[in-house]
T-cell receptor, first 115, second 111 residues
């Protein structure tokens, strides 16, 4: 089945440790995105990437890093510099050309808890 | 910042139509209106999008006013499974434009 997969669904880490969240898509989409969601809030954009080896910061990029070495993969690293890392993280992908449709497809999210 | 304004919450009786409004008074000519919904603790799900004409698919209808400053998402026969947060998003069609989410409308469907 085509889709976007995030793993793991739940992740626990100790304060001060870096942690990497996985996001893989087999939809052949050009663009990929990472969002953060806090309880009762909307989604906030962390990073996005239009093509391989290129990415742009979103509204809340501080304390996060990403890579886009393959079209299918867009991992997010939550570094120890992120002051409040506990949150629900969502990955999405879409075509990046309007004529093919630009609706984004989301993964089911990773809930990160830092203790 | 989100370019849209939505009521924080709405209620609807099961089987009735749910009409969710959205204001986007600063929308520009090349920007589309997108609707997504998020059921608790899941990733958002695409519903529908449009530019200036009304649109309908198997999930919903989208009515956009002639001046494009507001729109309404219509779920024709709401069910309990439609209880979710609904997000109205304005997005340009150029390459590299990400979706910017506001706080959305929490729709509660009750029997």
């Amino acid at each position: 089945d085509g889709g976007i997969t995030q793993s793991p669904k739940y992740l626990f880490r100790k304060e001060g440790q870096n942690v990497t969240l996985s996001c893989e898509q087999n939809l052949n989409h050009d663009a990929m995105y990472w969002y953060r969601q806090d309880p009762g809030q909307g989604l906030r954009l962390i990073y996005y990437s239009q093509i391989v080896n290129d990415f742009q910061k979103g509204d809340i990029a501080e304390g996060y890093s990403v890579s886009r070495e393959k079209k299918e993969s867009f991992p997010l690293t939550v570094t120890s510099a992120q002051k409040n890392p506990t949150a629900f993280y969502l990955c999405a992908s879409s075509w990046d050309r309007g004529w093919r449709g630009t609706e984004a497809f989301f993964g089911q999210g990773t809930r990160l808890t830092v203790v | 910042d989100a370019k849209t304004t939505q009521p924080p919450s709405m209620d609807c009786a099961e089987g009735r139509a749910a009409n969710l409004p959205c204001n986007h008074s600063t929308i520009s000519g090349n920007e589309y209106v997108y609707w997504y919904r998020q059921i608790h603790s899941q990733g958002p799900q695409y519903i529908i999008h449009g530019l200036k004409n009304n649109e309908t698919n198997e999930m919903a209808s989208l009515i956009i006013t002639e001046d494009r400053k507001s729109s309404t998402l219509i779920l024709p026969h709401a069910t309990l499974r439609d209880t979710a947060v609904y997000y109205c998003i304005v997005r340009g069609d150029q390459a590299g434009t990400a979706l910017i989410f506001g706080k959305g409308t929490t729709l509660s469907v009750s029997s």
